[in-house]
C-alpha cells in the first residue's frame, strides 16, 4: 500500500474523489470558511477528516491551521516559495484593517465580524501612514478588490465597491486576524512603528 492509500483509508471511497479537489483549494484559496455558501461543503469535509489533511499538507512542507471561533481553515507553507508576497500599500491596508478589527471588537461585544465605513478605512489609512501617502481614489480601489479576493472583506451595500461612497460598508472578516496574527494592541503598535520609523520593506511576507 503506498503512502496516499494509507493515509486515505479513513476517508470513504465515495468521497476520496474530492480529495485532491479540495487540497489543490485549500492551497490555491487563503481561506476557508464555513459561513461562505460556497466554501461549506469542502470546510465540513475537511473538518472531519482534519487529521488526514494535516498529514498530507506536512509532508509537502504546509501547516494546516482552524480558528476555532471564526470557523475558517487556512494552509500556510513552512517555506518562503509558496507564501503571497504584498506591495507596501497592500501590506499598510492590511494593518489598517487589522487595527480597524480590534478597536472594533476591543469596544463592542460582537457576535459576527464587526463593520467598517469606507471613510474609516481611508481616515485610519491617513491617521497610519500620514497624508502624503494618501491614496487615489482608483488605487483604493484596486487595494480593496485585491484583498476582497483573498477573503479579508465583503461588501455589504452591494456587490460593487464605491470608494467615493465614504458611508458604504465593509465587513472585515476574521481571516484578518490570522493573516496579520498580533497577539496585542502592543504588538499593533510595534508595526505601525515600523512604517513610520522607515522599517516597512517595500514587500511584506504573509506568515
Do not use: C
Not at 62 to 76: A, E, K, P, W
Not at 139 to 152: A, D, H, V
Request: charged share 35%; glycine share 6%; no cysteine.
Amino acid at each position: 500500500m503506498t503512502i496516499q492509500e494509507n493515509l486515505l483509508t479513513e476517508i470513504p471511497d465515495k468521497s476520496r474523489r474530492d480529495f485532491p479537489r479540495i487540497i489543490n483549494r485549500l492551497l490555491g484559496q487563503t481561506f476557508l470558511y464555513q459561513d461562505v455558501d460556497g466554501d461549506k461543503d469542502d470546510y465540513y469535509f475537511v473538518h472531519r477528516h482534519r487529521a488526514v489533511f494535516e498529514s498530507v499538507l506536512a509532508l509537502t512542507g504546509f501547516n494546516l491551521l482552524h480558528d476555532d471561533y471564526h470557523r475558517i481553515f487556512q494552509v500556510v507553507s513552512e517555506y518562503s516559495y509558496s507564501r503571497a508576497r504584498y506591495k507596501l500599500d497592500e501590506s499598510l491596508m492590511i494593518v489598517v484593517l487589522r487595527k480597524l478589527y480590534e478597536d472594533k471588537t476591543e469596544h463592542i461585544s460582537l457576535a459576527s465580524d464587526p463593520v467598517v465605513t469606507i471613510g474609516e478605512v481611508r481616515e485610519e489609512y491617513r491617521t497610519i501612514t500620514g497624508k502624503e501617502r494618501d491614496l487615489g481614489m482608483g488605487q483604493y480601489e484596486t487595494l480593496l478588490r485585491r484583498l476582497r479576493s483573498i477573503g479579508l472583506i465583503e461588501t455589504i451595500d452591494g456587490r460593487n465597491i464605491d470608494v467615493r461612497d465614504g458611508e458604504a460598508r465593509l465587513r472585515l472578516r476574521g481571516s484578518v486576524r490570522l493573516i496579520l496574527p498580533i497577539q496585542s494592541a502592543t504588538e499593533l503598535e510595534a508595526w505601525l512603528r515600523k512604517y513610520r520609523t522607515g522599517e516597512v520593506e517595500s514587500e511584506s511576507e504573509e506568515e
